[in-house]
C-alpha cells in the first residue's frame, strides 16, 4: 500500500505527479501520514497535525521564520526545500559575479561608448561562506572558470573542488582572498557575519555576493563601504531590511547591484520543487534518509 | 643563435620577456626575422618589411581592415592574436547571457523591489555560430550549466561538446532553436547573418549575444526586433557602427546591453598576449606550424 501523502493548502497538479511518481498517493490531510506543504507563509500553517503525519515537507529553504514561530514541533520529520534550488541559485550566483567584475551594471546604465574597469573572474579567488548544497552547485559551476575557490564551513571539513576549506571560526582570515559569496543559512551565529571589519578587510576590486539571507550582512556598514569604494561592489539577491524600501541608500548606490530574491526563479521554482518531492517520496517510500531533513537543534 | 624578434612600434618589456622565454632574442628591425607588432592601428604598420622578416604577429584577432589595406603581403606568414584572447571573450559571452536571462539590466535600473521576469539558462539551448577557439572556450566554460550546445561551423565538422553542429549554409535552421551568440569573423559571408528574418525566427524568450564584430548584424532590423519585443534583448560587445554613436536608439532601448568592446579587457589583454607570442616565438624556433597563421584567401 502506498503511503497517503496530502498536498496543501491548495491541490497542485505538478506536485501530485511528483508524489505518484515517487510512490505515495496523493489524498486527504486526515488519512495522511506524509504533509507536502507548498505556501511560504508561516501563517499558513495548520494549527495542530494529526498525529499520524509522520513527516512534512516544507517549500522553503530557509526555515528560521518557521523555527521562531515554533512550527516545527511534534515528533515527526520536517524537510525543507534545502538543495531543492540550488542549481538555479548556484546559477544566480555566477551571474552576479561575471556581471560584477564584467561592469555590467556601469554599461547597463551608459548612454555613451566609454571604458568602463572591466576584469576577469579568471585568476580570481572565490570564497564561498557556507559549503552546503548552493555553495557545492557553486563550485561546480565555476570548475571550469580557472578560479580558486576557498570554502567556509562550520567545522571546516574539506569540500570537494575547493583549494582550502576552514571552519566558520577562522572566517575572518579569508575575507581579504578575493570575491565573497554568502550561501550561509541564517542564524544567531552568522548575524551581521559581514560587518565592517570584514567589509575593511576585503579587497578593493572585490565583489560580494549574497543569496542566503539578508541578515548576513551589516547593511549599514555595507553602504558606507560602498560610497568609500572601500570593495568594487555587492550583489546582493537578499537584504536586510526586506524587501529593500523606496528611497533607501542601496537603490542609488552605483556600486550596489539588487535583484529582489530571484536568484531561485519564480518561473522554474515549481520544476525544482516537484522533483525535490519526488526523490523524498520515493526515499520516504523506501525508508531511507529524506533530503534535507531539519535540525531544530542547529536551527536549519 | 636564437633568431632575432623585432618588437614595435615602442618596446613593451612583457612582450619582450615572452620573447626571450619562447627562445629568441630582441633586436632591431632592420636585423630581424620576425617582427611582433603590438599596435592596432593598419596605419601604424610599417609600408615596406626587410625582405629577411619571414613572420609578423600582429596584435588583434579580426585582421579584415589589415587585408582590406593591403598590408598583409609578401612572401611571409602573418598571425593574428586568434586564441589568445578566447578565454577572457567567452567568458564575457557567459557574463552577457547570464546577465540577459537573469533580467540583470531591469534590475540594475530598479530603484524599488520589484517582479522581473528572471529565468534560467539551464535547461535551454545554446546556438554558437563560429565554432572557432572563443566558440570551443565558450563550449567549456557553458559545460556544467547543463545546456544544450547547437554549434555552426564553416563545413559542419563536429565540434567536441556540441549537440549538434551545422554547415553555416544551414544557420537559418538553428536560429529558432534558442539564445544566439556570434563568435564567427567578420567576411563578406557572415555580414548581416543576422538580419530580419533571422530575428523573426528566433525565439521571443531568446537573447542574442554578439561577441564577434557588429558588421554580422543587421543595426537596423534588430533596433526594431527589439522594440517590438520579438526577442528578449541582444547583449552586443560589438556594433555597427562602432563605436555606437551618442544617441542612438540602442543606447535607449531596454532590451539591448551594450558593452563597448570590452570583452578582451584592457587590464588584462598584454597578459594573454604575451602568452600567445612566447607560445609563437617558441613555435617558430621549433619549426612548429604557427598558432592563428592568417589565411589571405579565406579573409582571416
Known amino acids: ?130 559549503a552546503g548544497s548552493i555553495g557545492r552547485a557553486l563550485i561546480a559551476l565555476l570548475a571550469p572558470f580557472d578560479c580558486e575557490i576557498v570554502a567556509v564551513t562550520r567545522r571546516g571539513r574539506p569540500v570537494d573542488g575547493a583549494a582550502r576549506t576552514l571552519p566558520a571560526d577562522r572566517v575572518a582570515e579569508v575575507w581579504r582572498a578575493g570575491h565573497v559569496v554568502l550561501a550561509a543559512p541564517a542564524t544567531a551565529a552568522t548575524r551581521h557575519l559581514v560587518d565592517r571589519a ?40 537578499v537584504t536586510d531590511p526586506e524587501p529593500l524600501p523606496d528611497g533607501h541608500a542601496l537603490w542609488s548606490e552605483p556600486r550596489a547591484l539588487i535583484t529582489p530574491h530571484v536568484a531561485n526563479p519564480a518561473s522554474t521554482e515549481l520544476d525544482h520543487l516537484a522533483r525535490h518531492v519526488r526523490e523524498n517520496v520515493r526515499r520516504y517510500v523506501n525508508g531511507e534518509p529524506l533530503l534535507a531533513q531539519v535540525d531544530t537543534e542547529a536551527g536549519y
Open 198 to 237: 570584514a567589509l575593511a578587510a576585503m579587497r578593493s576590486d572585490a565583489w560580494l555576493v549574497n543569496v542566503a539571507r539578508g541578515a548576513l550582512v551589516d547593511t549599514d556598514a555595507l553602504v558606507e563601504a560602498l560610497a568609500a569604494g572601500e570593495i568594487a561592489g555587492a550583489a546582493l539577491d
Open 1 to 130: 500500500m502506498p503511503p497517503i501523502v496530502a498536498i496543501g493548502p491548495e491541490p497542485e497538479p505538478q506536485i501530485e505527479r511528483a508524489v505518484a511518481e515517487g510512490g505515495g498517493e496523493v489524498g486527504p490531510l486526515e488519512h495522511a501520514e506524509a504533509l507536502v506543504w507548498l505556501d511560504y507563509r508561516v501563517d499558513s500553517f495548520p494549527d495542530a497535525l494529526p498525529d499520524a503525519v509522520r513527516w512534512v515537507q516544507l517549500p522553503s529553504a530557509g526555515v528560521e521564520r518557521w523555527l521562531e514561530a515554533g512550527r516545527l514541533e511534534g515528533d515527526r520529520a520536517f524537510t525543507t526545500a534545502v538543495g531543492a534550488y540550488s542549481q538555479p541559485v548556484a546559477e544566480h550566483v555566477v551571474a552576479l559575479l561575471l556581471a560584477g567584475v564584467r561592469a555590467l551594471p556601469a554599461c547597463v546604465r551608459a548612454a555613451s561608448w566609454g571604458e568602463p574597469d572591466v576584469g576577469e573572474l579568471a585568476g580570481s579567488t572565490v570564497v564561498i561562506v557556507g
